[in-house]
């Protein structure tokens, strides 16, 4: 498979607007009145990166991610695997993090990677439409895993 740089078409990676003040800074991550109803958040979830590794490339066939990068820094990879989108097979990196703090919505269907290419292990927030494993953790796994990268043409750079 071959992939072409470009944005992807519903997959916004927005700048989170920091207020900052004497303690600190905040930045919303969500609003209700901004998202639809189907994209709205039913989990949230923490994970820690070690410098220098990369988690991904999947995607999910029903799925909608929303991560936050707001610490560390990070190179975002997407790839869009969506036959019917108009940015189909458009390839798009970000570096993101503590420099650029973004919250990126990654709906089905787009191949999501990311690499913590720091000197210092990092934190990445999701709060994803669906929950993991379904209810009590019952269901199968919304996940297409891609380790034999290069066979799709996933390259990271």
């Known amino acids: 498979m071959t992939w072409q740089d470009g944005p992807i078409i519903d997959c916004p990676v927005r700048p989170l607007k920091k207020f900052v003040d004497a303690r600190g ?4 991550i969500f609003r209700q009145d901004e998202l639809p109803e189907s994209l709205l ?7 820690l990166t070690y410098a220098g590794v990369t988690r991904g490339p999947h995607e999910h066939r029903e799925q909608t991610d929303l991560f936050v990068f707001s610490s560390g820094a990070f190179r975002l990879y997407l790839w869009d695997n969506r036959s019917v989108s ?3 097979r458009n390839r798009h990196v970000q570096d ?4 650029n703090p ?7 269907g787009v191949i999501h990677a990311y690499r913590n290419i720091g000197q210092s292990d990092a934190l990445v927030f999701n709060c994803p439409n669906r929950l993991y494993a379904g209810y009590d953790r ?3 796994v919304d996940e297409i895993r891609y380790e034999d990268m290069t066979h799709h043409g996933l390259i990271l750079d």
Do not use: F, H, K, R
């Open 25 to 28: 800074w905040l930045a919303e």
């Open 41 to 47: 958040p039913t989990m949230g979830y923490v994970s």
């Open 86 to 88: 108009p940015s189909y």
């Open 96 to 99: 993101v993090g503590e420099a």
């Open 102 to 108: 973004v919250a990126a919505m990654i709906p089905p």
């Open 138 to 140: 019952m269901e199968p």
